[in-house]
């Protein structure tokens, strides 16, 4: 059973930083292509950022690229992403699951966990 504990959300003002982690168990994770997504109220699900199994290529929204940052340490287990110069629009549940990319990222299966909320005030 695959499981995910993402951490690191909170109430941060604009402008502000915050770092997400997500512990994944129960897929090869250092073989898995891992990426963050999120989606807030009424909104769709927005790919945010999507890595390849090994870091050698990532995708990431136009409207995070310049400001959010996704890594990863597959000796454990766990994916980041660095947000800066947070902004209310980004104000979403965020969730870390297996990613892909044609045109735009997607979501390969379904997330693991709980997620976890950013909130940004004005």
């Known amino acids: 059973q695959v499981q995910a504990v993402e951490s690191g959300g909170g109430l941060v003002q604009a402008g502000g930083s915050l770092r997400l982690s997500c512990i994944a168990s129960?897929?090869?994770?250092?073989?898995?292509?891992m990426g963050w997504f999120r989606q807030a109220p009424g909104k769709e699900r927005e790919g945010v950022s999507c890595?390849?199994?090994?870091?050698?290529?990532?995708w990431s929204s136009d409207s995070v690229k310049s400001r959010f940052t996704i890594s990863r340490d597959n000796a454990k287990n766990t994916l980041y992403l660095d947000m800066n110069n947070l902004q209310p629009e980004d104000t979403a549940m965020y969730h870390c699951?297996?990613?892909?990319?044609?045109?735009?990222?997607?979501?390969?299966?379904?997330?693991w966990g709980q997620g976890t909320q950013v909130t940004v005030s004005s």
């Open positions: 699951a297996a990613c892909a990319f044609r045109t735009s990222i997607f979501l390969v299966g379904d997330y």
């Open positions: 129960g897929l090869p994770f250092r073989y898995s292509n």
């Open positions: 890595m390849t199994y090994n870091g050698g290529r990532i």
